[in-house]
């Protein structure tokens, strides 16, 4: 059973930035395809960023050239840098890997399972 556990978010004012971390327990985790996801109250749970095993990105419009997902396999981690924070980003964030395929292939969470706990980002 693979465990997910998000840490890393915050308060923080609008222009600020949050890195939040995602450690995997999955010995394979070089070869997963992760990603980041967010759910604000009332809204359905969207995808934000997603990274493969070799390293290619994929972000949601809403945060292109603010967020950057990165991963260390060596530590099984995986990170959302989230610069230039807006209001709208307010949301509980999850990481998720990619199911039955390991290569992303979109950002809808219907292709993730194994979500984490999720950690709170509320900018203000």
């Known amino acids: 059973h693979v465990q997910l556990v998000e840490s890393g978010g915050g308060s923080v004012q609008a222009g600020g930035s949050l890195r939040l971390s995602c450690a995997s327990s999955?010995?394979?985790?070089?070869?997963?395809?992760m990603g980041w996801f967010r759910q604000a109250p009332g809204k359905q749970r969207e995808g934000v960023a997603t990274i493969d095993s070799d390293g290619t990105t994929l972000y949601a419009d809403s945060v292109k050239g603010r967020f950057t997902i990165s991963r260390d396999n060596a530590e099984n981690m995986v990170y959302l840098q989230m610069n230039s924070l807006k209001p709208e980003d307010t949301a509980m964030y999850y990481c998720?890997?990619?199911?039955?395929?390991?290569?992303?292939?979109?950002?809808?969470?219907?292709?993730?399972?194994?979500w984490g706990q999720g950690t709170q980002v509320t900018v203000s």
């Open positions: 999955e010995p394979a985790f070089s070869r997963r395809c």
């Open positions: 998720a890997r990619r199911k039955l395929n390991p290569y992303c292939s979109g950002l809808s969470p219907s292709l993730f399972g194994s």
